[in-house]
């Protein structure tokens, strides 16, 4: 590499951090209320314990904390733990998929369970979950069901997530969460994201990664309003660009949700997302 | 008939006739678990492969064995609008292995044997009619209720459960609506926990039920609100319907029933989020409570001592308010504030028994909430005392449930705690806040009873004979020691004398250190300030301990005397109680599918519990050290806890294990009334007597070991 390439790339990097928020700092993303119905329909389980806004998005943070970096999702609703989970939530599960790097070297395919796609240009290579569960029994079902991606270093679950008000928050490992950008640099402010929400399910199907079904009609533990097959997106609230929590960030989630099935419940149209960033 | 519109058509394309699951239609889908326990302790009893069964009829706990549960769960969706599902289930209470597969003298006991049970079976109809979502027949836990109303049912309960349920919305669902018919339980929905009356020829019990029905209306995505009520019957043959009686009725034209008791609820709940920093939530419920005048012999030792509700009509209120505010002035500095009023008649025979929590308090300290406890003579024939788990108590936190069938049996130390908190009143503020990577915690709590009165709220001359034995017949004793000793009193919230008040204050601290794998540090403080003047005036001094405990006394070295024991020292019952538990946590990630966990608690608890002639006003059967459980627990109590926790995943199976090394000393204490005041007693022999017992006057060393380990394989 010669002198003068190696000015120009510390030049970008120099640049692409006096870009960057201060240290300490963090990037919101916000979502609108009212949209915790996936395309456009669905419903809650009826059992009590899903009070109404609890997996409705309101808000997306992340903070780098020294070594770490913070991922923070909070809902439209206090957080409770009926369930005994002992972290300060217990029916959500949020799934942080992110940008890090280059398009062409990410995943199209979300985790087992969600029945989600991204488009080529909005490819994850890390995700992280943020569940209620243990990290060991999210791993353990994540060698079964999401082996690949476990194995590659793609999917992240961080040592604790807790629960606070209404807010669910969890660390991970810059060193787990970076890969060099085009840039030269791994700057969590420079990647895109987005997130999915979800339902912590502690007895999931064979082929879900601890995700809640949606089904034609909810049941007191089951979504409703989507397909009694695997062609319909599994996801209740996401981000939708620009992300500022505006009327208009509605429309554009149903439309990345939308779906289509055949008659054997096979899909034919996946749910496509989207990237945010700021 | 119109279809269920689908909004959203541009959106959603309906797939036609999909299974409702991953199976093909009219496919059986089959899973289940295999569960396997051991246990292990140094109480050396063996009854049952739970700790904790201190109040069923017939059943005990223990701490020793291993056994094996088999469950298989089948679903089916027979079609596109109709799916059943199940369970089958071995019966795991008394199934140890060196049953050896059931052979021994207790082959034909259903709980030995290995015997599988039909659970959970039922329907799941969806028509696709607008009007109506899905009826559900059969097994539910109902949860989709209230814990105040209509609770879930206990675990064990939960396929035990059985009823119709029928759903629907409208408004785009924003208008939910919920009814339901439940079978009533006939072991415990009823006073005297049955639903029939003493005469098996008028019985009545398969076509009791609970009615049960409920609107949700979000009517905005910051407003929300329910309204629930609940009707429940228990009917039984009407007695002039027996030919014999004299009135010479026959069946030949019908049976008439009559009303044994019927109980109605309703509530009102809603919450506002709109304000983003602060959610405000209030619900109200209200209770009528009518009981046939022939059910309860109205005798605080009768009939009615054990029961679920109370022995005569009674209506009244509770209500909560909650507010929780998040980042308030300072980022990452949230507060949850509860205000309540649970009032000492509600009942409502279908609120939840246990795996419910009404109160934002974390409540009474576990660890001394031994139903049933042996603290003053160890003795090991005592029935009632080997039923339970032991010193140890429970690890688990309290489940607060508004329930005199408040329930813990079938349940194992490492589990929470249903605590029921009748009369219950105050206020609980909770700040947590991030500083640091550190989180706190903290907790106050002021509490205030309902249920503080004087002979039950009745009229005290002992001319007439008014007093206790008049007005507390209404109130179901249960184990008869509220607020007496450490606790264990979780479905005996009355007493017949009461002032009391209650503070807690609470402290955690949550850190991980940044080394390694990241260990987990945990700081816990709590403290409890709880003090009951009990009796205030010198009739109701007469009143509680003017007989000396009728029959309740069987130590014969205890002769009472109320002029020298009592007088007219109104300060000589009363009750002051200091609880302090400082703990200590340390968790790792041993391996990526292993976890471990170190605890360290301390408790230290000073108890004046009366003088040496105090016990239990209305004193019965469990004031006897040979099956009763009323102890004399005045003094210094230390407790020292090393517990061990280890969690292992692999896929598709978990493994736990908990165990847990108690060891403590009892320094008792004893008090006496010397001219109108309580003092001090220096005993110069070894023992003292008081009406529970002769109290030895050396120091009690307490220990146990416990352990339980367990297997779950999910398929």
Same mark, same amino acid.
């Given at each position: 590499?010669?002198?003068?390439?190696?000015?120009?790339?510390?030049?970008?990097?120099?640049?692409?951090?006096?870009?960057?928020?201060?240290?300490?700092?963090?990037?919101?993303?916000?979502?609108?209320?009212?949209?915790?119905?996936?395309?456009?329909?669905?419903?809650?389980?009826?059992?009590?314990?899903?009070?109404?806004?609890?997996?409705?998005?309101?808000?997306?943070?992340?903070?780098?904390?020294?070594?770490?970096?913070?991922?923070?999702?909070?809902?439209?609703?206090?957080?409770?733990?009926?369930?005994?989970?002992?972290?300060?939530?217990?029916?959500?599960?949020?799934?942080?998929?992110?940008?890090?790097?280059?398009?062409?070297?990410?995943?199209?395919?979300?985790?087992?369970?969600?029945?989600?796609?991204?488009?080529?240009?909005?490819?994850?290579?890390?995700?992280?979950?943020?569940?209620?569960?243990?990290?060991?029994?999210?791993?353990?079902?994540?060698?079964?069901?999401?082996?690949?991606?476990?194995?590659?270093?793609?999917?992240?679950?961080?040592?604790?997530?807790?629960?606070?008000?209404?807010?669910?928050?969890?660390?991970?490992?810059?060193?787990?969460?970076?890969?060099?950008?085009?840039?030269?640099?791994?700057?969590?402010?420079?990647?895109?994201?987005?997130?999915?929400?979800?339902?912590?399910?502690?007895?999931?199907?064979?082929?879900?990664?601890?995700?809640?079904?949606?089904?034609?009609?909810?049941?007191?533990?089951?979504?409703?309003?989507?397909?009694?097959?695997?062609?319909?997106?599994?996801?209740?609230?996401?981000?939708?660009? +620009?992300?500022?929590?505006?009327?208009?960030?509605?429309?554009?989630? @149903?439309?990345?949700?939308?779906?289509?099935?055949?008659?054997?419940?096979?899909?034919?149209?996946?749910?496509?997302?989207?990237?945010?960033?700021? | 008939?119109?279809?269920?519109?689908?909004?959203?058509?541009?959106?959603?394309?309906?797939?036609?006739?999909?299974?409702?699951?991953?199976?093909?239609?009219?496919?059986?889908?089959?899973?289940?678990?295999?569960?396997?326990?051991?246990?292990?302790?140094?109480?050396?009893?063996?009854?049952?492969?739970?700790?904790?069964?201190?109040?069923?009829?017939?059943?005990?706990?223990?701490?020793?064995?291993?056994?094996?549960?088999?469950?298989?769960?089948?679903?089916?969706?027979?079609?596109?609008?109709?799916?059943?599902?199940?369970?089958?289930?071995?019966?795991?209470?008394?199934?140890?292995?060196?049953?050896?597969?059931?052979?021994?003298?207790?082959?034909?006991?259903?709980?030995?044997?290995?015997?599988?049970?039909?659970?959970?079976?039922?329907?799941?109809?969806?028509?696709?009619?607008?009007?109506?979502?899905?009826?559900?027949?059969?097994?539910?836990?109902?949860?989709?209720?209230?814990?105040?109303?209509?609770?879930?049912?206990?675990?064990?309960?939960?396929?035990?459960?059985?009823?119709?349920?029928?759903?629907?919305?409208?408004?785009?669902?924003?208008?939910?609506?919920?009814?339901?018919?439940?079978?009533?339980?006939?072991?415990?929905?009823?006073?005297?926990?049955?639903?029939?009356?003493?005469?098996?020829?008028?019985?009545?019990?398969?076509?009791?039920?609970? @009615?049960?029905?409920?609107?949700?209306?979000?009517?905005?995505?910051?407003?929300?609100?329910?309204?629930?009520?609940?009707?429940?019957?228990?009917?039984?043959?009407?007695?002039?319907?027996?030919?014999?009686?004299?009135?010479?009725?026959?069946?030949?034209?019908?049976?008439?029933?009559?009303?044994?008791?019927?109980?109605?609820?309703?509530?009102?709940?809603?919450?506002?989020?709109?304000?983003?920093?602060?959610?405000?939530?209030?619900? %109200?419920?209200?209770?009528?409570?009518?009981?046939?005048?022939?059910?309860?012999?109205?005798?605080?030792?009768?009939?009615?001592?054990?029961?679920?509700?109370?022995?005569?009509?009674?209506?009244?209120?509770?209500?909560?308010?909650?507010?929780?505010?998040?980042?308030?002035?300072?980022?990452?500095?949230?507060?949850?504030?509860?205000?309540?009023?649970?009032?000492?008649?509600?009942?409502?025979?279908?609120?939840?028994?246990?795996?419910?929590?009404?109160?934002?308090?974390?409540?009474?300290?576990?660890?001394?909430?031994?139903?049933?406890?042996?603290?003053?003579?160890?003795?090991?024939?005592?029935?009632?005392?080997?039923?339970?788990?032991?010193?140890?108590?429970?690890?688990?936190?309290?489940?607060?449930?508004?329930?005199?069938?408040?329930?813990?049996?079938?349940?194992?130390?490492?589990?929470?705690?249903?605590?029921?908190?009748?009369?219950?009143?105050?206020?609980?503020?909770?700040?947590?806040?991030?500083?640091?990577?550190?989180?706190?915690?903290?907790?106050?709590? %002021?509490?205030?009873?309902?249920?503080?009165?004087?002979?039950?709220?009745?009229?005290?001359?002992?001319?007439?004979?008014?007093?206790?034995?008049?007005?507390?017949?209404?109130?179901?004793?249960?184990?008869?020691?509220?607020?007496?000793?450490?606790?264990?009193?979780?479905?005996?919230?009355?007493?017949?004398?009461?002032?009391?008040?209650?503070?807690?204050?609470?402290?955690?601290?949550?850190?991980?250190?940044?080394?390694?794998?990241?260990?987990?540090?945990?700081?816990?403080?709590?403290?409890?300030?709880?003090?009951?003047?009990?009796?205030?005036?010198?009739?109701?001094?007469?009143?509680? @301990?003017?007989?000396?405990?009728?029959?309740?006394?069987?130590?014969?070295?205890?002769? +009472?005397?109320?002029?020298?024991?009592?007088?007219?020292?109104?300060?000589?019952?009363?009750?002051?109680?200091?609880?302090?538990? %400082?703990?200590?946590?340390?968790?790792?990630?041993?391996?990526?599918?292993?976890?471990?966990?170190?605890?360290?608690?301390?408790?230290?608890?000073?108890?004046?519990?009366?003088?040496?002639?105090?016990?239990?006003?209305?004193?019965?059967?469990?004031?006897?050290?040979?099956?009763?459980?009323?102890?004399?627990?005045?003094?210094?109590?230390?407790?020292?806890?090393?517990?061990?926790?280890?969690? %292992?995943?692999?896929?598709?199976?978990?493994?736990?294990?908990?165990?847990?090394?108690?060891?403590?000393?009892?320094?008792?204490?004893?008090?006496?009334?010397?001219?109108?005041?309580?003092?001090?007693?220096?005993?110069?022999?070894?023992?003292?007597?008081?009406?529970?017992?002769?109290?030895?006057?050396?120091?009690?060393?307490?220990?146990?070991?416990?352990?339980?380990?367990?297997?779950?394989?999910?398929?």
């Amino acid at each position: 590499m010669t002198i003068r390439i190696r000015h120009l790339l510390a030049g970008c990097a120099l640049g692409a951090m006096a870009a960057s928020p201060a240290l300490g700092a963090s990037i919101e993303f916000k979502d609108p209320t009212g949209d915790d119905n996936g395309p456009g329909n669905y419903v809650y389980p009826t059992d009590a314990v899903y009070s109404p806004g609890s997996f409705d998005i309101t808000s997306f943070e992340v903070t780098p904390k020294g070594k770490n970096v913070e991922f923070k999702v909070c809902v439209n609703s206090k957080l409770d733990d009926p369930w005994g989970m002992g972290v300060g939530f217990a029916v959500q599960m949020a799934v942080v998929f992110i940008q890090t790097g280059a398009a062409d070297s990410g995943h199209e395919d979300g985790l087992a369970g969600l029945n989600i796609t991204f488009g080529p240009e909005d490819t994850w290579n890390r995700a992280v979950v943020l569940s209620p569960q243990q990290q060991s029994r999210v791993m353990s079902e994540a060698k079964m069901k999401a082996a690949s991606a476990l194995n590659d270093g793609s999917l992240l679950v961080p040592r604790k997530t807790l629960g606070k008000g209404k807010c669910i928050s969890g660390r991970v490992p810059v060193k787990d969460l970076a890969t060099v950008s085009a840039e030269g640099m791994s700057d969590p402010f420079a990647w895109r994201y987005q997130v999915v929400m979800q339902s912590n399910e502690g007895f999931p199907d064979k082929a879900d990664l601890l995700t809640r079904k949606v089904n034609e009609f909810e049941g007191q533990h089951r979504f409703g309003g989507g397909n009694d097959m695997n062609c319909d997106p599994h996801v209740m609230d996401i981000l939708a660009p +620009p992300a500022e929590g505006t009327e208009a960030e509605i429309q554009a989630q @149903y439309d990345m949700l939308s779906y289509e099935c055949d008659m054997d419940g096979n899909p034919v149209k996946m749910a496509t997302l989207k990237m945010v960033r700021k | 008939m119109n279809k269920k519109n689908l909004a959203l058509a541009a959106a959603v394309s309906a797939a036609l006739c999909a299974p409702a699951t991953t199976a093909s239609a009219g496919e059986m889908e089959w899973f289940g678990a295999v569960y396997a326990k051991f246990l292990d302790g140094d109480r050396r009893f063996e009854s049952a492969l739970y700790n904790n069964a201190e109040t069923t009829p017939g059943e005990a706990g223990g701490d020793q064995g291993q056994g094996i549960e088999f469950e298989l769960m089948f679903r089916n969706q027979v079609s596109k609008q109709v799916e059943i599902s199940g369970r089958l289930k071995a019966r795991f209470n008394k199934n140890f292995w060196t049953n050896f597969g059931g052979f021994g003298p207790e082959e034909n006991d259903e709980r030995s044997a290995q015997y599988v049970k039909m659970r959970g079976v039922r329907a799941v109809i969806t028509p696709g009619y607008e009007w109506i979502d899905s009826a559900t027949i059969g097994s539910n836990d109902f949860g989709m209720f209230d814990a105040m109303t209509q609770g879930k049912y206990r675990y064990i309960d939960r396929d035990n459960a059985s009823g119709l349920l029928f759903q629907g919305s409208m408004l785009g669902n924003d208008l939910r609506w919920d009814l339901a018919r439940v079978s009533l339980p006939r072991l415990f929905a009823g006073p005297r926990f049955v639903t029939r009356g003493e005469d098996d020829a008028l019985k009545l019990e398969t076509n009791d039920a609970a @009615y049960v029905g409920q609107l949700r209306w979000n009517a905005t995505p910051d407003i929300n609100t329910t309204a629930i009520a609940v009707y429940v019957r228990d009917k039984e043959v009407a007695p002039d319907e027996l030919l014999n009686d004299g009135n010479n009725e026959d069946i030949r034209d019908g049976t008439d029933v009559v009303t044994r008791y019927d109980n109605s609820v309703l509530g009102l709940k809603a919450d506002y989020t709109g304000l983003g920093w602060l959610d405000i939530s209030a619900s %109200y419920y209200h209770s009528w409570y009518n009981v046939d005048d022939s059910t309860c012999d109205g005798d605080v030792n009768g009939n009615c001592r054990f029961s679920p509700l109370l022995n005569e009509s009674a209506n009244d209120k509770s209500w909560f308010v909650n507010l929780d505010v998040s980042d308030f002035l300072v980022t990452d500095l949230t507060f949850n504030i509860q205000g309540f009023f649970i009032g000492a008649d509600y009942m409502s025979v279908q609120s939840a028994r246990r795996e419910q929590d009404v109160l934002l308090t974390q409540g009474w300290m576990n660890t001394h909430q031994w139903g049933r406890p042996d603290y003053n003579f160890g003795n090991r024939e005592n029935g009632n005392a080997t039923a339970g788990l032991g010193y140890g108590g429970w690890d688990g936190e309290t489940q607060q449930v508004v329930s005199l069938m408040a329930d813990n049996d079938f349940t194992d130390f490492d589990e929470p705690v249903a605590y029921d908190v009748h009369g219950y009143k105050g206020i609980t503020v909770v700040p947590k806040y991030t500083w640091n990577d550190i989180e706190f915690s903290a907790e106050y709590t %002021y509490l205030d009873y309902d249920t503080n009165w004087q002979a039950c709220g009745g009229q005290i001359d002992n001319a007439t004979g008014q007093g206790y034995r008049t007005s507390c017949g209404k109130y179901p004793r249960n184990e008869g020691i509220h607020a007496w000793g450490l606790g264990g009193d979780w479905r005996a919230p009355y007493s017949m004398y009461q002032d009391r008040e209650t503070q807690q204050f609470g402290f955690n601290m949550d850190y991980v250190w940044d080394i390694g794998n990241g260990i987990d540090l945990g700081l816990r403080y709590q403290f409890i300030k709880d003090d009951d003047d009990r009796v205030k005036s010198e009739a109701g001094l007469v009143d509680a @301990y003017g007989d000396g405990y009728a029959s309740g006394v069987t130590n014969p070295d205890w002769i +009472p005397n109320f002029s020298q024991q009592w007088g007219d020292c109104t300060g000589c019952d009363n009750r002051k109680a200091e609880y302090a538990l %400082y703990g200590l946590s340390v968790g790792y990630q041993l391996h990526p599918d292993l976890y471990a966990t170190i605890l360290y608690d301390y408790w230290d608890t000073d108890l004046v519990d009366g003088t040496i002639d105090t016990a239990p006003v209305g004193l019965g059967f469990e004031g006897s050290n040979d099956f009763g459980y009323a102890e004399y627990l005045t003094g210094d109590h230390s407790k020292n806890r090393i517990g061990v926790v280890l969690n %292992y995943f692999l896929s598709g199976v978990e493994f736990g294990a908990a165990a847990d090394w108690f060891w403590g000393n009892y320094d008792p204490e004893f008090y006496v009334n010397d001219n109108g005041r309580r003092a001090k007693l220096r005993p110069t022999g070894d023992f003292v007597v008081t009406p529970l017992g002769n109290i030895s006057t050396d120091d009690v060393d307490l220990n146990q070991y416990r352990l339980k380990a367990f297997m779950k394989v999910s398929f």
